[in-house]
């Protein structure tokens, strides 16, 4: 099973700035890694797919970069929106698909 | 508009089963693959199983930790998906999530709003 580790657990960050999220899998996952924001009391939303591919409808400010086993998610300019929790997936190897334990990010 | 509804959560004793249905809406069910995940109070994502659509064998597939006790199927004429839970546990309890795999992929662009079940004598 590949294991999915995301850092740091919580990120605080101040509207208007940068937010970098980390995850990393226990073996090479290829380029096959899905990101997910999860709002509270919501359901996951599909932000990046492929790495580094932005789904349909998710703006611009969302990018997501790595491949193997180091990936990062940057949202450029937080916005009051963006504060959630975040998610890795990887869906190279599987069964199991695995998750990351996600990253809070928080108004600073 | 793409539209998962989960139906068929509550609260069940320990050793009991339940049956979670997804109704689907906005696209043509029987294409695509179908997922279920579940998120435990205060806790992550945890995948729990899934089905391919019938181009790929309608086969399934399922966590360790629901294998031999959840069941997935469809019902494509009627564009509903289902979890089949037996023998259920109390560390079984969560919300359930239905979603959509765009291509056999093993990601997923769309969810449901999920379906809560407790499992507590």
């Known amino acids: 099973e590949i294991v999915m580790t995301q850092s740091p657990a919580t990120l605080s960050v101040s509207p208007g700035e940068r937010a970098t999220l980390s995850c990393r899998a226990s073996q090479s996952v290829s380029s096959n890694l899905a990101w997910y924001q999860q709002k509270p009391g919501q359901a996951p939303r599909l932000l990046i797919y492929?790495?580094?591919i932005r789904a349909t409808g998710i703006p611009a400010r969302f990018s997501g970069s790595g491949s193997g086993t180091e990936f990062t998610l940057t949202i450029s300019i937080l916005q009051s929106e963006d504060f959630a929790v975040y998610y890795c997936q990887q869906y190279n190897n599987w069964p199991p698909l695995t998750f990351g334990g996600g990253t809070k990010v928080e108004i600073k | 508009e793409v539209q998962l509804v989960e139906s068929g959560g509550g609260l069940v004793q320990p050793g009991r089963s339940l049956r979670l249905s997804c109704t689907a809406s906005g696209f043509t069910f029987g294409d695509y693959a179908m997922s279920w995940f579940r998120q435990a109070p205060g806790k992550g994502l945890e995948w729990v199983g899934f089905i391919r659509s019938k181009a790929y064998g309608g086969t399934t597939e399922y966590a360790a930790s629901v294998k031999g006790r959840f069941t997935i199927s469809r019902d494509d004429s009627k564009s509903i998906a289902y979890l089949q839970m037996n023998s259920l546990k109390t560390e079984d309890t969560a919300v359930y999530y239905c979603t959509r795999d765009p291509g056999d992929l093993g990601y997923f662009d769309y969810w449901g709003q999920g379906t809560l079940v407790t499992v507590s004598s």
């Open positions: 492929g790495a580094s």
